[in-house]
C-alpha cells in the first residue's frame, strides 16, 4: 500500500512563532505533493502544490510568506507557518501523488491539527 | 473551467433511508471521478473510484456524462456512515474536491 505519514498529529504553539509540520511518503517517491487547509467541519481548501526540486505553487490568496513549503526529497515536504497567529489554527492535510501522467494516484496523511494560543 | 459541485452541506436522514449524496462536474475530456470518506478524527480515505465500478460498504455512484454528474447512493444508511463525504475529479495535475457534504445518519 502507499502510506503517507504526518509529524506531528498536534501541535500548539505560541502567537509570533513558527511551526514546522512534516509529510513523508513512507514506501514511494512523490515528485508531487499537496498541502490543504480543513477548517472545523468545513470542506478542504488546497493551499499549495510542493514539486520536488523547485518551489511550491500556491492558490490564490494563500500567503507564500507565511506558509513556506520545502520539498527536499522524494519523500518529505514540509510546511512552516511563519508568525503564527490564532487564526492559523486549523486542520493541515498534506497528500502524496505517486506516479505521473495520467496514471497518477494521490494518498493523504493523517493531518496535523495546529493551535496557536 | 474544471469544476466539482456538491450542492448540499448536510444532509440528515433516518437509519435504514435511502441515502442519496449529489456530485455534479465540469471537465472537458474524459473525466475520473472519486468519492473520499473522512470519518470523525480519521484520514480522508478513497470510497470508491467510478473506474471500478464496485460497490464499498454498500455505497455506489455511477458516471452521467450527460447530466455530467456523479452521485453516490446507499440504499439503507446506517449510523455509522455518518461522515464528511467528498467528490473528487482527477484534474489535469492535481485533484478538484468539491466543497464536502455532511452525512448524518439519525437513529
Known amino acids: 500500500g502507499a502510506v503517507v505519514s504526518q509529524h506531528p498529529s498536534w501541535v500548539i504553539c505560541k502567537s509570533g512563532t513558527s511551526v514546522k509540520i512534516e509529510c513523508r511518503s513512507l514506501d514511494f517517491q512523490a515528485t508531487t505533493m499537496f498541502w490543504y487547509r480543513q477548517f472545523p467541519k468545513q470542506s478542504l481548501m488546497l493551499m499549495a502544490t510542493s514539486n520536488e526540486g523547485s518551489k511550491a505553487t500556491y492558490e490564490q490568496g494563500v500567503e507564500k510568506d507565511k506558509f513556506l513549503i520545502n520539498h527536499a526529497s522524494l519523500t518529505l515536504s514540509t510546511l512552516t507557518v511563519t508568525s503564527a497567529h490564532p487564526e492559523d489554527s486549523s486542520f493541515y492535510i498534506c497528500?502524496?501523488?505517486?506516479?505521473?501522467?495520467?496514471?497518477?494516484?494521490?494518498?493523504f496523511g493523517p493531518g496535523t491539527r495546529l493551535t496557536v494560543t | 473551467a474544471q469544476r466539482v459541485t456538491q450542492p448540499e452541506k448536510l444532509l440528515s436522514v433516518f437509519k435504514g433511508a435511502p441515502v442519496e449524496l449529489k456530485c455534479n462536474y465540469s471537465y472537458s475530456g474524459s473525466p475520473e471521478l472519486f468519492w473520499y470518506v473522512q470519518y470523525s478524527r480519521q484520514r480522508l480515505q478513497l470510497l470508491l473510484r467510478?473506474?471500478s465500478r464496485e460497490s464499498i460498504k454498500g455505497f455506489t455512484a455511477d458516471l452521467n456524462k450527460g447530466e455530467t454528474s456523479f452521485h453516490l447512493k446507499k440504499p439503507f444508511a446506517q449510523e455509522e456512515d455518518s461522515a464528511m463525504y467528498y467528490c473528487?475529479?482527477?484534474?489535469?495535475?492535481?485533484?478538484?474536491f468539491g466543497t464536502g457534504t455532511r452525512l448524518k445518519v439519525l437513529a
Open positions: 467510478h473506474i
Open positions: 497528500s502524496a501523488q505517486r506516479g505521473g501522467g495520467s496514471s497518477y494516484e494521490q494518498y
Open positions: 473528487a475529479l482527477k484534474g489535469t495535475y492535481k485533484y478538484i
